[in-house]
Nanobody, 129 residues
Framework: QLQLVESGGDSRQAGGSLRLSCGAT????????VGWFRQTAGKEREGVAV???????TFYADSVKGRFTISQDNAKNLYLQMESLTVEDTATYYC???????????????????????WGQGTEVTVSS
C-alpha cells in the first residue's frame, strides 16, 4: 500500500514562490507515474504537472507552463516548485501516484485525475493580490 502526504502549502502574494513537497511511505518507486493536481471549490480537480517514470519527461498544464516545476528525489519525495504565483493558483494541491507507467505516457493521460490510484490529503495554497 502507498500513502502520500503533502506539505508546504501556505499564503503568498502574487509574484511570489512556493515549494510543495509530497512524502511517500510504502511501495513508491521510480516506475510510478507521479503528478500534482489542484482543486478549488466547485470545480473539478485539475492536472498541474506530471513526471513520467524512467524517462524524466514532464508534462504541465498550459496555465502553469514556465512557472511550475515538478521533480522527484529518491523516488520517495515529490516536489512542485511554483514561481510567479497568481491569484488563479489559489487551490488545494494534491500529489498522486500510479504504478501503471502507461497511465502517464501522454500529457492528456497524465493530467487526468482518473489515471491515478493513490492520493494525498491535500495542502492549501492561497495567493493574494
Amino acid at each position: 500500500q502507498l500513502q502520500l502526504v503533502e506539505s508546504g502549502g501556505d499564503s503568498r502574494q502574487a509574484g511570489g514562490s512556493l515549494r510543495l513537497s509530497c512524502g511517500a511511505t510504502g511501495d513508491l518507486n521510480a516506475r510510478h507515474c507521479v503528478g500534482w493536481f489542484r482543486q478549488t471549490a466547485g470545480k473539478e480537480r485539475e492536472g498541474v504537472a506530471v513526471l513520467v517514470p524512467g524517462t524524466g519527461t514532464t508534462f504541465y498544464a498550459d496555465s502553469v507552463k514556465g512557472r511550475f516545476t515538478i521533480s522527484q528525489d529518491n523516488a520517495k519525495n515529490l516536489y512542485l516548485q511554483m514561481e510567479s504565483l497568481t491569484v488563479e493558483d489559489t487551490a488545494t494541491y494534491y500529489c498522486a501516484a500510479d504504478p501503471r507507467w502507461y497511465h502517464c505516457k501522454t500529457a492528456r493521460q497524465g493530467l487526468m485525475e482518473n489515471q491515478y490510484l493513490y492520493w494525498g490529503q491535500g495542502t492549501e495554497v492561497t495567493v493574494s493580490s
